[in-house]
């Protein structure tokens, strides 16, 4: 199916020139294609980039402000839970209100955010205002995925959307290392006040280059109760995943918040049969590809994200690596991810989505199967060769599901298709943290005491051994105060190996859901409304 595109423009009271037959750049900075690319991508590295950079500087905000440790967790979680809940709708809001409208509002609300962060005196103004950076940067990136959409024709959609990816991948894996250097050698608050330049060259280029793209059909009115359905169930099950590790999968509030999500799920499922002009419309899922490409981004998410959880718990409890040294050592998985997703982009332009995405998930599974035998004194060859592959693996991945999700969805709903696409990835993120998490701690529960016993330490008291426990699940060996030399390496040793066991263990758990996701990827196929873009309207 596809659809006309009426144009408007913004901020100019010329009309927008023809898109060539060819597919060529338009004339002009105004809708131009590239430009339009460079514009999104800088508002769209702000978003990535905070995903990230923001853990490094987390102790140092601890320290100055003097934060508890759940003080602090709400920093992340905060923006997180804001994000995750609000992309689909923000998706709809570009859908209904144009999307360079609201890629503009969410530039400038996630820049004056950033800044308000950065002048906070108080642990709860730097958690009220990293919401408001989660709610802005969801206006933002759907918008961004729509102007894409809507700007490139459908033979060069492939390849705007893998260096559209290459920039998340490259802000995601780059956040380490630029926090790392800015909390060293400036202070925590420059870590938010990078944004205002950055949102300020975003908004600029924004007004001089985005062109407004309203779809014929786009909806014209809200779906009011489907968006506060959604937003609960969707609040009920991230906010369960947050909190399991600390409630327990077994505890009757995680599975009291589990059960709200999925009633409501259900209710909001049934109210989008009744309503008129529905926040998503379930025939979109009728589309196999688009519901195997929501499927992909979420097994994707689970396996890299939560894997990745570690391997920083590894490169810098287990390897005593510095912040930037870890960040420096995750670079072969960064350049991949910058090499590949363009090279993806082409490659799924010339064979279409299904080969590459499961080539992509085979390749993460071989680079899991290959973390799971990563121990304490691996070296940095070996740990490079398996970070490249899954960066490798990934770079299809990012691209295609994506390319699958928004070009098998009619041109009106591209906003809520690039709202899923991200809403998917967060919470498969989310669930391969919450999940791996959870297999970590069982692995490393299990093992601790046997482990300890057998080097000939000290027993333990219960409460001493679950003290210990939490340490060893992030690679700290709780080696206390004034312990023998002798004594503390022998602890040092058996934390280690037990954390390496469990990481082991997780990582052959994405292995294998890596492997459930390259047969996800044969259901998926090329976008089928991919030509309702830029193709039949404005470049």
Request: net charge neutral.
């Amino acid at each position: 199916m596809t659809s006309q595109t009426t144009i408007e423009t913004t901020g100019s009271g010329d009309k927008a020139p023809a898109a060539p037959s060819d597919g060529s750049p338009a004339s002009g900075l105004r809708g131009h294609p590239w430009f339009t690319l460079i514009t999104v991508a800088v508002g769209v590295m702000m978003v990535a980039l905070d995903g990230t950079i923001v853990a490094i500087a987390n102790p140092a905000i601890q320290k100055d402000l003097k934060a508890s440790f759940a003080d602090v967790q709400w920093i992340t979680n905060g923006y997180f839970l804001a994000l995750a809940v609000s992309l689909i709708t923000a998706g709809k809001l570009g859908d209904r209100f144009g999307h360079r409208q609201t890629f503009l509002i969410g530039v400038t609300g996630f820049a004056a955010a950033s800044g308000a962060i950065g002048l906070s005196s108080s642990i709860a103004a730097v958690v009220t205002f990293r919401v408001l950076q989660g709610l802005f940067g969801a206006l933002l990136m759907p918008a961004a995925l729509g102007l894409l959409r809507a700007t490139f024709p459908a033979e060069k959609l492939n390849m705007a959307i893998g260096i559209w990816g290459m920039v998340i991948g490259a802000s995601t894996a780059g956040g380490p290392i630029l926090g790392g250097v800015l909390v060293e050698h400036v202070n925590w608050q420059s870590v938010f006040f990078i944004n205002v330049p950055v949102g300020a060259i975003a908004l600029l280029l924004g007004l001089l280059i985005l062109l407004d793209h309203r779809a014929e059909n786009a909806p014209r009115s809200f779906d009011v109760l489907g968006i506060a359905l959604l937003s609960g169930a969707m609040f009920c099950l991230v906010w369960a995943l947050i909190k399991a590790p600390a409630w327990g999968w077994g505890d009757g509030k995680t599975w009291a918040f589990l059960a709200a999500s999925i009633l409501g799920f259900a209710l909001f499922s049934f109210w989008e049969t009744k309503v008129k002009e529905p926040l998503i419309p379930l025939g979109l899922f009728r589309s196999v590809p688009l519901s195997a490409g929501v499927v992909l981004m979420v097994l994707m998410a689970i396996a890299f994200m939560g894997g990745l959880f570690f391997v920083t718990f590894y490169l810098q409890n287990v390897h005593g690596m510095k912040p930037i040294d870890a960040g420096l050592h995750l670079l072969p998985l960064t350049g991949m991810m910058i090499v590949g997703s363009p090279l993806a982009g082409a490659m799924i332009t010339r064979l279409g989505p299904r080969i590459p995405l499961a080539g992509g998930m085979a390749s993460v599974a071989i680079a899991m199967f290959g973390m799971s035998t990563l121990d304490t004194d691996t070296g940095s060859a070996v740990m490079s060769l398996w970070f490249a592959l899954l960066g490798l693996g990934l770079a299809p991945v990012m691209v295609g599901a994506t390319e699958v999700i928004v070009g098998n969805a009619p041109m009106e709903l591209s906003g809520v298709a690039g709202g899923l696409q991200q809403a998917a990835m967060q919470i498969g993120g989310s669930l391969g943290t919450a999940v791996l998490g959870a297999v970590m701690a069982s692995k490393v529960d299990g093992d601790l005491a046997g482990n300890w016993k057998a080097a000939g330490l000290p027993a333990l008291t219960p409460a001493q051994l679950d003290q210990a426990s939490e340490a060893v699940q992030v690679g700290v060996a709780p080696v206390a105060k004034g312990t023998p030399e002798a004594i503390a390496a022998k602890i040092t040793d058996v934390a280690h190996d037990t954390f390496v066991s469990g990481m082991s263990l997780a990582s052959l758990v994405a292995c294998g859901v890596a492997v459930v996701a390259v047969l996800v990827a044969l259901l998926t196929k090329r976008g089928a409304n991919a030509e309702a873009g830029a193709g039949v309207g404005h470049i």
